[in-house]
């Protein structure tokens, strides 16, 4: 089955404490995103990556660290989270030029 | 810099009660567009998309939408809703750069309740 997963579902951390959230996915895709969803804000994307060791910012990279070693696997990186990283998260990924993006179930964090 | 609007941010409905949802971005060149949808505790699904040719769209669950490039415009609608579409749904936009950028714009979303 065609799919984009991620893990942990949910997280609660507290502030400083070095997390990761994986994303992986089975359908060859270059372009992998991930995005924030906050009440009344939509979803803002993070970070990038239009194909292994190619990433780049979206419009709230702060705080955040991606990185792009395989096609499938787009982990984001919490180096010293923050209680206003506290949110829902997304990965997202398509072909390249194809513009119609799949996502992944979310992952619900909480920072303390 | 691109951006998408809804102004809707909550909608009440009864059932069989006609949908329709706003959606406006501000680009003036050729756009790709999207209505995703977010049923309760799940992830975003794709309801229908926008790329060329015929502006009235068709997409799963009996939603269409219409691109009206003049006003920047393309709303989301159903003629009859049901308890099950109770979710949100967001508008977005992607500026197609040739294909260059994937990136999609996301508007604040809608949250549709619909009352049985």
Redesign the interface.
Known sequence: EAQVTQNPRYLITVTGKKLTVTCSQNMNHEYMSWYRQDPGLGLRQIYYSMNVEVTDKGDVPEGYKVSRKEKRNFPLILESPSPNQTSLYFCASSLLGSHEQYFGPGTRLTVT | AQS?S?HN?HVILSEAASLELGCNYSYGGTV?L?W?VQYPG?????LL?Y?SGDPLVKGIKGFEAEFIKSKFSFNLRKPSVQWSDTAEY?CAV?A?Y???????I????TLLAVQP
């Open positions: 998408v809804q941010h790709n999207f995703y799940q992830h975003l699904q794709l998309k790329f967001f992607n197609g040739g294909g260059a950028t994937n990136k999609l996301f508007g604040t979303g």
